[in-house]
């Protein structure tokens, strides 16, 4: 049986996909579908509820229209990168869209819901000021967190 540099290429590719660094397995009883280390970003200073408010009514999702029952009035929201989103669908048929992301800097870990795609240069996770806050960021600073360690589970 003869076999052709095709089957060989395409087999290469597949295992090279399965063996990315963004996928992991079982995390606390939930499969995480996602993860990664990206930069963090403050998307506007100041009280959260107004960004909150902003990333709800206007963010790619479409979260006040599509998900307005899915996602909790409490948590905080949160911009992904848009290299991160762009696989996933476009705007609110992204399958990412209200997931949950869990972040950590500095061994400190936070929830937020995906309401919105970061077109940013700096490919970093825009997010609300009570986000940046906790993570040992000060309001007002426009600096940018180097790594946020994040992963979202099914």
Known sequence: MQFTQLPLLAMTLALTALASPLLAIDIAG???ILSGTNAGSIYM?????????????????????????????????????????????ASQHNTLCAKIVTMTVGGVTRQAAIAD???????????????????????????????????IAA
Do not use: K
């Open 30 to 32: 939930r499969q995480t």
């Open 45 to 89: 200073f100041g009280d959260p509820a107004t960004a909150r408010a902003l990333f709800w009514q206007y963010g790619s999702c479409g979260l006040s229209t599509f998900f307005a029952d899915d996602v909790s009035p409490d948590i905080p929201l949160v911009a992904m990168p848009s290299t991160i989103m762009q696989s996933y669908g």
């Open 117 to 151: 795609t970061n077109v940013s240069d700096t490919h970093s996770i825009d997010m609300t000021s009570d986000l940046w806050v906790a993570f040992g960021q000060q309001d007002g600073d426009g600096s940018i967190i180097p790594a946020v360690e994040w992963s």
